[in-house]
Structures are given as C-alpha cells and as structure tokens.
C-alpha cells in the first residue's frame, strides 16, 4: 500500500493548482486508524517530504519533526465527532472568502448545494483562526453537512477520503464562483424546499451506490493498514 503521507503530500499540491491555495494557507488531513496525518504549520507544499507530516492523536497531542497545522483542531475535532469522515481540507480560496465575509449562508441557488447534505451551505459564526471557539463554531455549520464557510475566513469540506474532499473543495469554491457571477446579474431565483428535497433523495441513492466502493465496509473512513503505518511513524 502507498504511504498515505505521499498522497497527502500530493493532494496538498493539487490544491495549488486547482486555485483553492497561495503560499502555505490552508491545510489538509488525513485520518489514519485513532490517529491523522496534517499538514505542518508554515511550509511550502513544493518542499514538503514524508517527514515533515506530523501525526496526531486525537487527544491533540502530535509528533514528528514538525509541528502540525495552527488550525488542527477542527480537524481533531470533525474525526473525533464523525466516524465517516476521513479527510478534512481547508482553504482561502479566493471566491469562497469573498462569500465568507459576508457571513452569509449559500442559498439554494443551484441543485448542487445538495451535494454538500442540506438546501443552504452554512457559513460558521467568526472566531480567530485555530481557536477552540472556531473549531466549535465549524462544527455546528458543519452539522448534516460535508463544507461550510468560515466567517471571514475561508471554506472547509470534509470527505471519507482525500479524493472526495478535494473534489467537494473544487465544488464549493466553484459554487461560490457561480453563485457570485449570478449576484451580479441579479437576484437568484432560489430552489423550494420540495424541489431540493428532491435533489436530495437522488444523491441519497447515488451516495449508496458509492458506498460500495468507498473504503470502510462499515461506513467508516478507517483503514487498518493505515493505522499500523501510523503507529510506525509514531
Ligand atoms: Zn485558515
């Protein structure tokens, strides 16, 4: 099996450039059996080798050479609360901020909102950057949802593994893009309820059908060889 730090590693320079990142903003994760691989705090993802991810537990301790992510813990926090969730992704995207600072929630403007679990995308209440009281607000627009914004921050996804949650990050940062090229026409004409309670019965089928194939037989994101690695690198 391939070191999950590599995947990490490559998923973290994917976000460049697929436009979600500039410089050492954001951060990524990966669950990994009780423990999760993080990107470290203030390095440039084109230099990062497999030692320079720390690993952490879920009591927030960490080690390795480098010290982990400053905004960890709403990623201790998402796999400590969500047996499903495997990777957690955070970014300053450019469109997701501009929405973000407006601290309002998405509409159902697009069917597609649906993806992320509910008819509206959340944006959490403003707390400072990798604070408990951010991490709390996070998880609370979090709640039946796979992203929110983050109030004059940026956006956050969370997936069963690393492929799922860069493609939600490219879909929420796109949806923030459309949604704002549509602001500047005019005033949205939203989805009803009953129209999005529709679109969400579909992706309830599709989701099962992707179930089959998603790691974790029992619906969670855990992966026993990814845990004995991680016990290693510990
Ligand atoms: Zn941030």
Redesign the pocket.
Known sequence: MPDPRAELIATARAMRSAALNRGT???LSLRCGEAFYITPTGLAYDSLQAEDIPVMTLDGSHQGRRKPSS?WRFHRDLYASRPEVGAVL???SPFAVSLACLRQDIPPFHYMIARFGGDTIRCAEYAI?GSPALSAAALAAMRDRKGCL?AN??LLVAGRDLAEAFALAVELEELCEQYWRTCQLGRPVLLSSAEMAAVLEEFRHYGQQAAVVAPGQDGTAQDSSCRSRSMRAM
């Open positions: 903003a954001g951060n905004e955070h970014a300053h950057f983050l921050h940026g």
